[in-house]
Structure formats: structure tokens, C-alpha cells
DNA sequence: CTGAAAGCGCTTACAG
DNA sequence: CTGAAAGCGCTTACAG
């Protein structure tokens, strides 16, 4: 492997000046230059990211954090970090939590150590001494979702209270007239705000009744269970808003099994978007996030703020969109 | 943060001998020691990564190139090789090649400039110049189910051949008369063999034609598409072999659509054992490959070579593993 | 058992 | 416009 050094004997001058070359930093003679990227490309020269990583520079590299990438949300997520850290040069590193805050340190002090430039947090945990650590190690990051309980970052979420409201809606255009909901972990922003939205568009109705919320896992098992409990409740429903789609998809199966036909006699209405929701029979109905934009977004945030574009730390609200398939169609 | 000088000073010692303790090379008297750890405990040091990969040890990061993590498959297998990293201590960058030489040529360059310490090809591509590349940058690297076209390296894969053989001989043994089958873009060695399976062990019969091979492109499309062709060409066949479950999943929406029934009219198999396959109606059955060993095992591979473990290169085949579900349930 | 010195490949003031 | 020198935080022979 070529060095600065090389390049920098190859074309007669110091490295200095190659060094200012190649960070466009200072001025370098016209000639000069030519006779350094000649050098460059005799030389298949590449500069070397940790030499200049230990000289104080970035690293080009940023971590994504996340609970599990096994999680169908996430895949679609982590495609566009990577996606737009690509085109700027930048690498990710991807670390699975499982949602443990050991895990987690664990991993900063990992990155720290590599002189990461950034991080996304999409990882629901995120502790206040996490938020001290990164301040401390002055790691710029940006959150997901969830804003850390104390100190500032820019963050990236989807509407999640409309959302809830999109589906309770969607729902009730479709002619239902009692539905339940299966909520998720409610220490997770985003369950907690489609659960407020289901319950501020409902309460007013006559036929609600807080035993109609039912908790699930965000998983399909929990959806399977919270479906069986909802049914024995209210064997009156009509309609199941569940509060993901792997849940939905846990109530699909249940139904299913209980003889009940989507969405003849209950319709069902997932949240999230993933890409399995087309698969299903009947297909989910389902509130999509803008997954992929939102991973794009918080790349490009992490990114200018590495790269020095000062930017006043926010929360950018992307829409939701409802995606109607059969699992709510009640009439042909 | 704390560098190995303050440390050194600390302890009341040189630095040399801080080294020393840190890579356990050399001896280092007892009593240094503790004043070693005490210091590296008060001053919470913790070496620095990039400093050491200049200084020419591991950067302790590999990096997995993979078609797109998108691809239901590969959650899982991305999942593997990270936690056996993180074990090692270890990080992983993930890159996502679209199977595209251009891209996966600039991953590798953008890696060799981090001095990334070995590579994972769950890529479909790899040429033979990656290889030289490879081989020049003396960079080691293990591969999953393709061995490069030239050069050796380890490969991890399971027994597609077996697995497309033991599809026909469940579907058989189901009392399926007369089996099509969906077949993967044949640049892939896993189709390839899947495929050879298929046409082994079918041949012998007399109702076998070359028509009902037809090809797919492992997506859900494609296996619908597929599955429009087989059906027109053979509308008597009662069973369709897919090259893989996102094929499979596409057949089943296709016959769903036809009005035709499965498995009554015509049994399903997939291929891969995605998580997802327990959520279609009905539950497909599929030769499921052991994903996470795999990725645990390219990995632990992977990071042995790195470690100078070495270990003749060797060809790891893992066994598949039929799960049956009522998509092939011919009998109550 | 321990330390001084050189080196890994860059960048960054500071002179010129 | 350009170069010499110091420094980033470590490791590695080489002496002692």
C-alpha cells in the first residue's frame, strides 16, 4: 500500500503539501497539483482513514444501534442508513441491543474507543447516563423515535398519535362498530402515542370500554395472546386495530384459527408497513411509517452534524399513510 | 480521555511496560501490575482502537458485504455473525452490495483504507479480481455458499442438493403425483443445486418434462409470475416446489387468486425457513436452512483467521431441515 | 522485569 | 505557495 509518503516523493515535494492537497485545505501550486494526482493514480494511492482517524479526524464511520435487526421494521430502516452514509463516504457499524441498556454501554464504549464519528440511536433504551457519556465523549447522535429523557438531539419520528387516529378512522369509515386495540410496550413512545390516539378517538363513543385495550409485545406471539384475551372480553367486536403488524399478524392467525373471517366479521388493521403485510391472506390493512425516508433522514442529520453544518437539534414529525388492503374491506 | 501516558505516568512506570501488560507480551512484575490496574481503573482508560490499528495491530472490526438485508433472509444471518463478533469483541460493518461488482469494489476499497481486519461475502458477486484484490491486501476473508471462482477460501453453506431432493421426497411421500418447480436466477450456486435436487429426483418419472422447471428471481414477484406460467402450462400438476420461501410466498398468493386450493388442489414448499412462513395461510412448510448457525459459523471462522488460528480452508456444509406445515397437508 | 526510541500514516500550525 | 517538525495513541524490537 502506496503512502502519503510516496505519493510525495513521487511527485518531488513534501508531504505537507500532498496532505494539503488531498483535504483541499491551503493553497497548492496548479502544476503541483497535476503532479500529485499524477502520483496518486501511478500509485493507486488510497489515504489511509485510521492514520488520519488518530490525527484527529473523522473516521468515516457511524454506528446504528437497534433493538434487533431480526425485527422486519428494521432491515428497511438500516437499508437507508446505509443507503446515504454510502454516498457520503461514510461506513456503518450495526449493533443489535435486544433493548439492553448493558448491551448498549457496552457498545459505546466499543465505538468510543474507535473514534466512531456518530450514532444513531434507534435503540429503544438510552438511559440518561448514556446521554451524559455521549456528551462527555462529545459524540454527535441522533435519536429515533424516542428523544433521551434529558439533554437535546435532533430526532427523527413518524406521527404516531395520527396514526393511531388514522386507524380508528379508517376503521369506523369501514363501518365498525366496536374495536379493540392491542397496544405495545408502553415504555416505547411510539406504542404509547398510537394507544393515546386509538383512546382519544374513541372514548366518546358509547361502546368503549378500557377492557378493550388489550397489552400485546410488538411481537407475534403477543399478538396471538392479546387477540384470544380480546375475543373472550368482547366476543362483539368488529374490528382489531393491533398497534404493529407483527401483532396483526399474531390476531390474523388467531382468527383465523377461531373460525372468524377477515374482515367479514372482524377486521383487522396493522401499524408499520413492513413488507410481509402483502403476504398474508387477506392482505393487512396497515398504517405505513415512512420507514425508509426515515432512516434516510436521520443518516443526512448525523451526517451535517458531523460535518460541522450546525443545525439547531429538532424533531422532524415525518406522515403516515394508510395502506388499504382487504383485511378491512367490508363490502365487495 | 485518557491515553496510555497518563496511565503510564500514574503507575509510575513507562509506557512500554503499560503496552506490555495490556497484550499480555512480555513479562510485567506483580507489583507493577496492580499499580497498573489501579491506575487503568482511576483514570477509567481504555485503549484506543484506531491508535493500535495504526500501529499495525486489528482494528477489530470485520465487515459484512450481503445482497440487501432487506431480503428477509439475511436479518438472521447478520444477526449471527454480529453477536459472535460482539463475543470476540468485535464489530461489524454491514454493506449492502446489491450484488452489483461496482459497489462491492468501492466497499472494498472504502474497508482496506479503515484497515478492517477480514470480510464476509454473503455477496452473490465477487469476481475474480475481488479475490486478487483481496489476496494482494492480504485481507482474510470467509465466504458463504459461493467459493470465489478462483483462490481458496473457507465457504460456509448448507446442503442445497439434499435440500431441493428432500422438497420432492416430502411432497412425494404427501402423495403429490406430479411436481413443478420454481427455480432461482442459476448465477446462484444455492439455486443451482436446489434445482439439481428437483430434476434428480424426478426424472426417473414419466410425467416429468423440462416445462415444469420454471424460472423465478427469488423475490415474491417473480414466484407469482412463475407460478401464472406453471399453472397455464400444467394446469394438472398438484404440487409446486418454490427455489425459495419469497418465491413460495408469491405462489401461494397466485393460486389463492386462481381460486385454487392449497394443499388440497396443489401442496406448496418453500425454501429457506424465513421467520415470516409461519404467517401465511395456510403455514407454508420449507427446507429450512440452519441460518444463524450459518452466520455463527462464517463468523467464528472469520475471526480465527484473523487471529492466526490457522485452519486449512474447507468447504462447511450444514444440514437442512424439513419443517411441515399444512401447506403440504394433503390429509386432515 | 523495564524503558527509550522509532515508527504506524496522517494533519496541523508555524515558518519561510 | 511550500516544507520541516511535532503530534495523534499506540506497539515493537532493542538495550539494559
Same mark, same amino acid.
Given at each position: 500500500?502506496?503512502?502519503?509518503?510516496?505519493?510525495?516523493?513521487?511527485?518531488?515535494?513534501?508531504?505537507?503539501?500532498?496532505?494539503?492537497?488531498?483535504?483541499?485545505?491551503?493553497?497548492?501550486?496548479?502544476?503541483?497539483?497535476?503532479?500529485?494526482?499524477?502520483?496518486?493514480?501511478?500509485?493507486?494511492?488510497?489515504?489511509?482513514?485510521?492514520?488520519?482517524?488518530?490525527?484527529?479526524?473523522?473516521?468515516?464511520?457511524?454506528?446504528?444501534?437497534?433493538?434487533?435487526?431480526?425485527?422486519?421494521?428494521?432491515?428497511?430502516?438500516?437499508?437507508?442508513?446505509?443507503?446515504?452514509?454510502?454516498?457520503?463516504?461514510?461506513?456503518?457499524?450495526?449493533?443489535?441491543?435486544?433493548?439492553?441498556?448493558?448491551?448498549?454501554?457496552?457498545?459505546?464504549?466499543?465505538?468510543?474507543?474507535?473514534?466512531?464519528?456518530?450514532?444513531?440511536?434507534?435503540?429503544?433504551?438510552?438511559?440518561?447516563?448514556?446521554?451524559?457519556?455521549?456528551?462527555?465523549?462529545?459524540?454527535?447522535?441522533?435519536?429515533?423515535?424516542?428523544?433521551?429523557?434529558?439533554?437535546?438531539?435532533? /430526532?427523527?419520528?413518524?406521527?404516531?398519535?395520527?396514526?393511531?387516529?388514522?386507524?380508528?378512522?379508517?376503521?369506523?369509515?369501514?363501518?365498525?362498530?366496536?374495536?379493540?386495540?392491542?397496544?405495545?410496550?408502553?415504555?416505547?413512545?411510539?406504542?404509547?402515542?398510537?394507544?393515546?390516539?386509538?383512546?382519544?378517538?374513541?372514548?366518546?363513543?358509547?361502546?368503549?370500554?378500557?377492557?378493550?385495550?388489550?397489552?400485546?409485545?410488538?411481537?407475534?406471539?403477543?399478538?396471538?395472546?392479546?387477540?384470544?384475551?380480546?375475543?373472550?372480553?368482547?366476543?362483539?367486536?368488529?374490528?382489531?386495530?393491533?398497534?404493529?403488524?407483527?401483532?396483526?399478524?399474531?390476531?390474523?392467525?388467531?382468527?383465523?384459527?377461531?373460525?372468524?373471517?377477515?374482515?367479514?366479521?372482524?377486521? /383487522?388493521?396493522?401499524?408499520?408497513?413492513?413488507?410481509?403485510?402483502?403476504?398474508?391472506?387477506?392482505?393487512?390493512?396497515?398504517?405505513?411509517?415512512?420507514?425508509?425516508?426515515?432512516?434516510?433522514?436521520?443518516?443526512?442529520?448525523?451526517?451535517?452534524?458531523?460535518?460541522?453544518?450546525?443545525?439547531?437539534?429538532?424533531?422532524?414529525?415525518?406522515?403516515?399513510?394508510?395502506?388499504?388492503?382487504?383485511?378491512?374491506?367490508?363490502?365487495?
Amino acid at each position: 500500500m502506496a503512502t502519503i509518503r510516496d505519493v510525495a516523493k513521487l511527485a518531488g515535494i513534501s508531504v505537507s503539501t500532498v496532505s494539503r492537497y488531498l483535504n483541499k485545505s491551503g493553497y497548492v501550486n496548479a502544476e503541483t497539483e497535476l503532479n500529485i494526482k499524477n502520483a496518486i493514480d501511478k500509485l493507486n494511492y488510497q489515504p489511509s482513514v485510521v492514520a488520519r482517524g488518530l490525527a484527529g479526524k473523522n473516521t468515516k464511520t457511524i454506528a446504528l444501534l437497534l433493538p434487533d435487526i431480526t425485527n422486519p421494521f428494521f432491515p428497511e430502516l438500516a437499508r437507508a442508513v446505509e443507503d446515504v452514509a454510502t454516498i457520503y463516504g461514510y461506513t456503518v457499524i450495526f449493533c443489535n441491543t435486544d433493548g439492553q441498556v448493558g448491551k448498549e454501554k457496552k457498545y459505546i464504549d466499543a465505538l468510543k474507543s474507535k473514534n466512531i464519528d456518530g450514532i444513531i440511536f434507534a435503540s429503544n433504551t438510552l438511559g440518561q447516563e448514556d446521554v451524559d457519556k455521549l456528551a462527555s465523549f462529545n459524540i454527535p447522535y441522533v435519536c429515533l423515535d424516542r428523544a433521551p429523557t434529558n439533554g437535546t438531539c435532533s /430526532v427523527v419520528r413518524s406521527n404516531d398519535l395520527e396514526g393511531g387516529k388514522l386507524a380508528v378512522q379508517h376503521l369506523l369509515d369501514s363501518g365498525c362498530k366496536k374495536i379493540g386495540h392491542i397496544y405495545g410496550p408502553q415504555d416505547l413512545i411510539t406504542a404509547k402515542e398510537r394507544l393515546i390516539g386509538y383512546e382519544e378517538s374513541v372514548r366518546v363513543y358509547d361502546w368503549f370500554s378500557p377492557s378493550l385495550m388489550v397489552p400485546g409485545d410488538f411481537g407475534i406471539e403477543g399478538g396471538k395472546k392479546a387477540t384470544e384475551i380480546l375475543m373472550k372480553r368482547h366476543p362483539d367486536i368488529d374490528a382489531i386495530f393491533a398497534g404493529n403488524d407483527l401483532m396483526a399478524f399474531g390476531a390474523l392467525k388467531v382468527l383465523h384459527r377461531m373460525g372468524i373471517k377477515v374482515p367479514e366479521q372482524v377486521a /383487522v388493521i396493522g401499524y408499520d408497513g413492513i413488507n410481509m403485510t402483502e403476504i398474508t391472506e387477506p392482505e393487512l390493512t396497515t398504517i405505513a411509517q415512512p420507514t425508509y425516508d426515515m432512516g434516510a433522514l436521520v443518516s443526512r442529520i448525523l451526517i451535517k452534524k458531523i460535518e460541522g453544518d450546525i443545525e439547531e437539534d429538532q424533531i422532524h414529525v415525518l406522515d403516515i399513510k394508510l395502506i388499504s388492503r382487504d383485511s378491512t374491506r367490508r363490502r365487495g
